[in-house]
């Protein structure tokens, strides 16, 4: 059981460049969530699918999209890479949408130069 | 005002020790509170769930109190791996947006 996994672990862009950061879990969990983690900002949720087909704005959605591939799969695109998203962005999953903790995957480092 | 606050601290206590984080939350609809612990540079994992009863797992302590809106985390025999950052986390019922707080950094030396 890899549980969450993301990919790619590092990636530096360029200002106007887009890119697609790609997450699957495989404990078939029903919900799954895109956050990012800035520093003494804390983690904010950009996006989150409360099951396969649904996908809804969370706290901070400008500037991406996302996509929910199937079950296992929920990637999140930067279509137009800006220097204010810079950060470390952590895919999750859990069982159901409320009441049920998160797993989270390893992170992406993301630079935009 | 964030919905979820934690003092950032750095708590920096010796080996042993016993200590105490709060964590306030503003929505009284919150339902569902969890502990998470994330090292440096590494993502959140759970550390507990917390229940109105209160609950333990070997030398850690979560408490709930509704009325005045807060969860609390007790960490007893401190261990120099325990030095972590800890997020508390709220989440309303029907809601699918879980709050985290900022975390509060613990420092655990020998």
């Known amino acids: 059981n890899a549980g969450v996994t993301q990919t790619p672990k590092f990636q530096v862009l360029k200002t106007g460049q887009s890119m697609t950061l790609q997450c699957a879990q495989d404990?078939?969990?029903?919900?799954m969530y895109w956050y990012r983690q800035d520093p003494g900002m804390g983690l904010r949720l950009i996006y989150y699918s409360a099951s396969e087909g649904t996908t809804d704005k969370g706290e901070v959605p400008n500037g991406y999209n996302v996509s929910r591939l199937n079950k296992r799969e929920f990637s999140l695109r930067l279509e137009s890479a800006a220097p204010s998203q810079t950060s470390v962005y952590f895919c999750a999953s859990s069982r159901l949408a409320d009441y049920n903790e998160q797993f989270f995957g390893p992170g992406t480092r993301l630079t935009v130069l | 005002r964030k919905e979820v606050e934690q003092d950032p601290g750095p708590f920096n206590v010796p080996e042993g020790a016993t200590v105490a984080f709060n964590c306030t939350y503003s929505?009284?609809?919150?339902?569902?509170f969890f502990w998470y612990r994330q090292d440096c540079r590494k993502e959140p994992k759970l550390l507990m769930s917390?229940?109105?009863s209160g609950n333990e797992d070997g030398r850690f302590t979560a408490q709930l109190n509704r009325a005045s809106q807060y969860i609390s985390l007790l960490i007893r025999d401190s261990k120099l791996s325990d030095s972590a950052t800890y997020l508390c986390?709220?989440?309303?019922?029907?809601?699918?947006?879980?709050?985290f707080g900022r975390g509060t950094s613990l420092i655990v030396h020998p």
């Open positions: 929505n009284s609809a919150s339902q569902s």
């Open positions: 404990m078939n969990h029903n919900s």
């Open positions: 917390v229940y109105s």
């Open positions: 986390v709220a989440l309303s019922g029907g809601s699918y947006i879980p709050t």
